[in-house]
Nanobody
Framework: QVQLVESGGGLVQAGGSLRLSCAASGRIFSSYVMGWFRQAPGKEREFVAAIRWRGAMTSYAESVKGRFTISTDNAKSTVFLQMNSLKPEDTADYYC??????????????????WGQGTQVTVSS
């Protein structure tokens, strides 16, 4: 079983940057797809970015392409989300996820997906 702990959220002005971290522990398979989702107040949780734990696959939501970068440090079992050029609409709780599925190029959680507790990101205008 995998445990995930996020950190790095906070308050930032529009145009600023934040880096989220997700420390993973437990049994992590090299084929796992790791990712970030977010949920704004009153909205459904939405996909942000994903990466295969070991491999070249990355995927991004259209709304964050060119601004966000997902990466891993396998030695530290950590997934990062570098967020640049932040906008007020990026304000949300951000959740790390492990063991996602990719169906026809779309990243989706499954019944096996493990979630972190979330970290809050607030972007002021």
């Amino acid at each position: 079983q995998v445990q995930l702990v996020e950190s790095g959220g906070g308050l930032v002005q529009a145009g600023g940057s934040l880096r989220l971290s997700c420390a993973a522990s437990g049994r992590i398979f090299s084929s796992y797809v790791m990712g970030w989702f977010r949920q704004a107040p009153g909205k459904e949780r939405e996909f942000v970015a994903a990466i295969r734990w070991r491999g070249a696959m990355t995927s991004y939501a259209e709304s964050v392409k060119g601004r966000f970068t997902i990466s891993t440090d396998n030695a530290k079992s950590t997934v990062f989300l570098q967020m640049n050029s932040l906008k007020p609409e990026d304000t949300a709780d951000y959740y790390c996820a492990a063991d996602l599925n990719v169906v026809a190029g779309i990243v989706v959680p499954t019944s096996r997906t493990t979630w972190g507790q979330g970290t809050q990101v607030t972007v002021s205008s």
